[in-house]
């Protein structure tokens, strides 16, 4: 027998719910003895045209004699029986029904038979409580008992014995406050008089312990009836007792595992995730819960413990995550992000190593603790006064890899972990491990992307004579990904220099790999020094070149844009400042004084397009010393909440500040930033001009006859000497003497001779001929053909441009030890 301490009545599940089903109370020769409301509305008979008749009323007419002989038949052979019948309904038309019928005890050993029958065409509805259905459908036992009006059993099946322990023989004639004493019975009784008064159905719901489970907590369904005689007034009361305890634990499971689809893995951040585990499972499923990760995890490197050991240690955790229902156990035994080292003989080794859970529904601290006892006392006392007395230790698996474990521990709840438990958490964790394997993969390809892209950037700026340089390059957040932003420096012949800064449209290693290949593409590019404009027009084609390769590739349609580009090139010795754009944000320009302003300039269209040198326009821009350039990428300037004229107005304000050293500068920029996770890359190159001294340039115009030879050669060995760099004049001489000499022969018009004496030493000699030289293999008797070979090797470095009027062809020297410790 059951005492008050093993039920505890619950909330009703609704006060007018009525199980989607009905009864009737048959005697021993199948007639109708007793009839509910509940039956009266499935089958449209009401309780004076059944009671005291056959059952066999509500029964096709072809099947009224054969049915009911064969039904009662394997009902006596079997003490019941439960199946499909088809169901005649007041209106005529025909009803299928599952049916069962249960055999009833009365005392002296005399049977009735209970009919609970429930219509198929309302087992999808969802409206009523289904736990009397189910178990009608499943065969679970259903515990009946039959009341008369003074609420004592008259009627009593076998199965009531296996929820409350009472036997059937005690039963009789007792109220439920005799046979079950308690509060629970007092309730449970003022709800059976409720239903004798209204005649609708009642279902309610308790906890108990069983006494075939002691130890466990089940969750009973009672659904109440009033039976009816045949002049519809209550002939007593009958109560079906279902366990729904795994109903219940199934709708708290699915309720804690829709709640894990949105509380677990709101970020790809794995630490932010096995936090997220932890607060999900305290206190719904435990009282205390850590996640540890394998100590690699966190940093997205490749793990060792695809066996849970590495060199037959377990793997170095850390702590990841934790949860308790007590706030002061939360840095027991270990703080959060704290390394732990797992002792080879705990069991959490064993999980580490096998990959499979461990359940330890009652805990022997002591024994359990075993292994750390010498290893580390400290912490394995506090263990103990946490009163753990049930523990979970389930794995994180994922591509048969263990990335740590999570710990559940219970110390309030006195229940102890079940199977079903240990089942949840393992989907739980499951989940879990998806969310990180998935922050693992996407942090690796981030962290590959941001090493080529750092790699593929320039590793240290430098811009000769003409320019200091600062730049800055700061990635975009996790949910983005690395962009495809670049920057350039790029030194040119005649001491100028070529600024440059790009935007690969998307992010990840795609961006990064096209940024890589369009830096490479303008650094070649500008070795042939083509104007800014010619030059975004020449990468323009390579764009959609590459687009077109991608798309035979994967046989998709190409994009339509590639990416943006700002192109300028800086002269130090005319101080002038040419610059084309391809849809990219302009520069800004800030003169010595401080003053911030955009130039006005051709936006030009998106590289990738394919509209040719018609899409793109240089502007050229006289700057006086010191001004400083400030090439940057939109997402300094564009973001979701700021639009690019508002960050605009924000950059030039932060950059009109005089006084500052470009690094300063820079730092001073970036901090600009919202303090948000910013959505695209920001790249910021900033370039202070530097003017070149009018006496360490030289230039003369010469006449186009063959005694220009000569006086280049002196002029030039005179102010080499001026210049202190009489060691070179040997070299130089000659170099000089073979590029006038082409120029005579082989140009037009006047020819200018230029040395320029800055981090080296250029000799330039320009002609009115569009042609540029061309180094040839001469043949041993041929006279010519000798002299570019002769250049290139007494020269550093020698080519040609396209000037306005005709060409340029270029020499470079080192300078001497001394000089260039001057320069």
Not at 100 to 128: F, H, K, Q
Not at 250 to 267: K, P, W, Y
Not at 653 to 674: D, F, I, M, N, W
């Amino acid at each position: 027998m059951m005492s008050s301490s093993h039920s505890e009545l619950a909330e009703p599940v609704n006060p007018s719910a009525t199980p989607d089903a009905a009864i009737a109370m048959l005697d021993a020769q199948g007639t109708v003895v007793g009839w509910t409301q509940a039956a009266e509305q499935l089958v449209g008979y009401p309780a004076r045209e059944m009671v005291g008749r056959p059952v066999a009323r509500v029964l096709p007419p072809s099947e009224d004699a054969r049915r009911a002989t064969v039904l009662a038949e394997q009902c006596r052979a079997q003490g019941g029986w439960s199946g499909t019948v088809r169901v005649r309904h007041r209106d005529g038309r025909t009803i299928r029904m599952t049916l069962r019928l249960s055999l009833l005890w009365g005392p002296n050993g005399s049977t009735r038979w209970l009919v609970s029958v429930t219509d198929i065409g309302t087992l999808s509805s969802g409206t009523m409580n289904s736990s009397f259905r189910e178990s009608l459908l499943s065969h679970a036992p259903i515990g009946i008992v039959v009341r008369d009006l003074q609420l004592r059993c008259v009627w009593v099946n076998d199965d009531m014995e296996l929820h409350d322990g009472v036997p059937r023989d005690r039963r009789f004639g007792a109220s439920p406050k005799d046979a079950v004493p308690g509060f629970e019975a007092e309730a449970l009784e003022v709800v059976m008089r409720q239903v004798l008064e209204s005649g609708t159905t009642t279902v309610h719901e308790y906890r108990a312990w069983p006494p075939t489970d002691r130890r466990r907590e089940h969750v009973l369904s009672v659904s109440f009836f009033c039976l009816q005689g045949a002049d519809g007034t209550p002939l007593g009361v009958c109560s079906m007792t279902v366990d729904v305890t795994g109903n219940r634990r199934a709708r708290e499971r699915l309720a804690i595992l829709g709640e894990a689809s949105t509380r677990i893995g709101s970020t790809l951040d794995v630490m932010q995730t096995s936090q997220e585990l932890a607060d999900l499972t305290v206190p719904l499923l435990a009282d205390h819960a850590l996640v540890d990760l394998v100590e690699s995890v966190p940093f997205a490197l490749e793990s060792a413990a695809r066996s849970g050991v590495a060199n037959g240690r377990p793997p170095v955790l850390r702590r990841a995550g934790l949860a308790s229902v007590d706030l002061g156990l939360l840095e027991l035994p270990w703080v959060r992000e704290e390394v732990i080292n797992v002792h080879p003989a705990s069991p959490f080794a064993g999980v580490l190593r096998t990959g499979r859970s461990h359940l330890v529904p009652v805990l022997d601290t002591d024994a359990y603790l075993g292994p750390w006892v010498h290893h580390d006392p400290a912490r394995a006392q506090k263990v103990r006064d946490s009163g753990v007395h049930s523990l979970m230790v389930v794995p994180i698996r994922a591509r048969r890899c263990v990335l740590g474990l999570a710990l559940f521990g219970r110390s309030e709840e006195p229940k102890p972990f079940r199977e079903d438990d240990l089942l949840l958490a393992e989907e739980l964790v499951t989940r879990a491990a998806l969310c990180l394997d998935n922050a693992l993969q996407y942090a690796r390809e981030r962290t590959a992307a941001l090493t080529l892209q750092r790699d593929l950037l320039p590793q240290r700026v430098q811009g000769g004579a003409a320019v200091e340089v600062a730049s800055r390059y700061v990635p975009a957040d996790m949910d983005r990904g690395v962009g495809g932003d670049w920057f350039d420096v790029i030194e040119l012949s005649g001491a100028r220099v070529a600024l440059v800064v790009g935007d690969v449209v998307g992010h990840g290693i795609n961006a990064a790999a096209t940024m890589g290949r369009l830096r490479t593409a303008v650094r070649t590019l500008a070795d042939l020094d083509l104007p800014p404009d010619e030059l975004l027009a020449h990468l323009d084609d390579t764009v959609r070149r590459l687009n077109d390769e991608d798309a035979d590739d994967s046989g998709q349609v190409p994009a339509a844009v590639g990416a943006t580009c700002l192109y300028a090139v800086y002269d130090p010795v005319t101080r002038r400042c040419k610059m084309a754009r391809a849809g990219h944000p302009p520069p800004a320009i800030i003169d010595p004084q401080g003053q911030a302003t955009f130039p006005d300039m051709p936006a030009g269209a998106p590289l990738g397009l394919g509209l040719g040198i018609l899409a793109f326009e240089s502007v050229e821009l006289e700057l006086p010393e010191g001004s400083v350039l400030a090439f940057y990428t939109d997402g300094l300037v564009e973001s979701r909440d700021e639009d690019i004229d508002a960050g605009m107005c924000r950059l030039g304000a932060a950059l009109a500040r005089s006084g500052r050293s470009l690094e300063e500068l820079c730092s001073e920029v970036v901090e600009t930033l919202p303090a948000r996770a910013h959505s695209d890359d920001v790249t910021l190159l900033l370039a202070r001009t530097r003017g070149l001294q009018p006496a360490w340039v030289a230039s003369w115009d010469l006449p186009n006859e063959p005694t220009a030879v000569r006086i280049a050669r002196h002029l030039t060995v005179r102010q080499l000497g001026t210049w202190g760099m009489d060691q070179l004049s040997t070299t130089v001489e000659l170099i000089v003497s073979e590029l006038v000499t082409n120029a005579i022969r082989h140009g037009g018009g006047p020819v200018r001779l230029r040395l320029i004496q800055h981090q080296i030493l250029t000799c330039e000699v320009s002609d009115t001929s569009t042609s540029h030289p061309r180094p040839r293999h001469p043949r041993t008797l041929d006279e010519d053909g000798r002299g570019l070979i002769l250049v290139a090797q007494l020269s550093r470095r020698w080519g040609s441009r396209s000037v306005s009027g005709g060409k340029v062809v270029w020499s470079e020297q080192d300078l001497p030890p001394s000089t260039a410790a001057i320069a």
